[in-house]
C-alpha cells in the first residue's frame, strides 16, 4: 500500500503538468472514485480548454448506473468535442453514438 500512496501523491504534486485539453464527467455519488479528486484535477490542471461536469445522484458508472441520464452525458461529451476539439469540418452525430446503447430510445 505505501508505493500506492506514494505514487498518488506524487501524481497530485504534478496535476499542474496537465495541459491537453480535457473533459471530466463525475457523479457526485460515486463511492469508488471521490469527486473531489476530480475537482482536484481541473483546478490544477494547466490546460486551456477543460470542462467539469458534475452529476447529481450519478455513482460510478456515468453510462450505465443512471440510464436515464445517459443521453444528457452523452451530449454533454459530444458538445465538447464539437466545440473544443474537433474542427469546424468534423463533428460527431450524436444520434449515432446513442444508437450505440442498446437501451435508450431515440
Not at 496537465?18 to 476530480?38: E, M, N, Q, R, W
Not at 450505465?64 to 443521453?71: A, F, N
Amino acid at each position: 500500500f505505501l508505493n500506492i500512496f506514494l505514487t498518488i501523491i506524487e501524481v497530485e504534486k504534478r496535476l499542474h503538468e496537465v495541459t491537453l485539453p480535457f473533459i471530466i464527467c463525475h457523479g457526485k455519488a460515486d463511492t469508488v472514485t471521490d469527486p473531489i479528486v476530480s475537482q482536484l484535477l481541473y483546478d490544477k490542471a494547466s490546460s486551456k480548454e477543460k470542462t467539469i461536469r458534475l452529476y447529481e445522484d450519478v455513482w460510478h458508472s456515468l453510462l450505465h448506473d443512471e440510464e436515464h441520464l445517459v443521453e444528457e452525458i452523452l451530449s454533454d461529451i459530444v458538445n465538447w468535442l464539437n466545440t473544443s476539439i474537433l474542427t469546424k469540418n468534423t463533428s460527431i452525430n450524436q444520434q449515432e453514438l446513442v444508437q450505440q446503447y442498446s437501451y435508450i430510445e431515440i
